[in-house]
């Protein structure tokens, strides 16, 4: 979605969850539901290996509208 693709962004940059939320103004809750989506969207399990996985599938380098 494009919020998991938002915070897929954020992630990158190296925010932690408690960033990420008071960047979009949601809830720490929610931002970790996201994460959960992205990782079983990407078949993983961390942070790394969903970043690493995101770069191969080019994921990082769209643009967010």
């Known amino acids: 979605t494009r919020r998991e693709m938002e915070i897929l ?26 994460i959960q989506n992205i990782y079983a969207k ?11 996985s995101a770069k191969q599938l080019f994921l990082l380098d769209q643009q967010i509208d």
């Open 42 to 52: 990407l078949n993983v399990s961390d942070r790394v290996n969903a970043l690493i």
């Open 9 to 34: 962004q954020l992630l990158n940059q190296g925010l932690n969850y408690s960033e990420i939320a008071d960047c979009l103004t949601i809830s720490k809750f929610t931002v970790r539901k996201h």
